[in-house]
Nanobody, 123 residues
Framework: QVQLVESGGGLVQPGGSLRLSCAASGRISGIVTMSWYRQIPGQQRELVAS???????NYVDSVKDRFTISRDNAKNTVYLQMNSLRPEDTAVYYC?????????????????WGQGTQVTVSS
């Protein structure tokens, strides 16, 4: 069984910063892409940032130059440093990872989600 556990959400004033963490645990053979998504009630979940095992990153335009995704492959952990936060960044943030798990005779690739962490930007 694989789990993704997030931490670091909370309430912050506009212009402030937060750092989200997401640690993967369980029977893991390898991790491919690790990503952060966010969802506002009534809207579709949006990809915010993603990170490949080799370190390449991608961001949605609205967070470029404000958010930074990074990962510690040794710890199976991905981070999202969020600076210059705006009220429109308010959402539930979800960690997502494509993870290889061992199965009889080989391994299988599945997508896993964290439980979500609330980020609220408000004065």
């Amino acid at each position: 069984q694989v789990q993704l556990v997030e931490s670091g959400g909370g309430l912050v004033q506009p212009g402030g910063s937060l750092r989200l963490s997401c640690a993967a645990s369980g029977r893991i053979s390898g991790i491919v892409t690790m990503s952060w998504y966010r969802q506002i009630p009534g809207q579709q979940r949006e990809l915010v940032a993603s990170s490949s095992p080799g370190g390449s990153t991608n961001y949605v335009d609205s967070v470029k130059d404000r958010f930074t995704i990074s990962r510690d492959n040794a710890k199976n952990t991905v981070y999202l440093q969020m600076n210059s936060l705006r009220p429109e960044d308010t959402a539930v943030y979800y960690c997502n990872a494509d993870i290889w798990t061992p199965v009889l005779g080989g391994r299988r690739l599945n997508k896993y989600w964290g439980q979500g962490t609330q980020v609220t930007v408000s004065s």
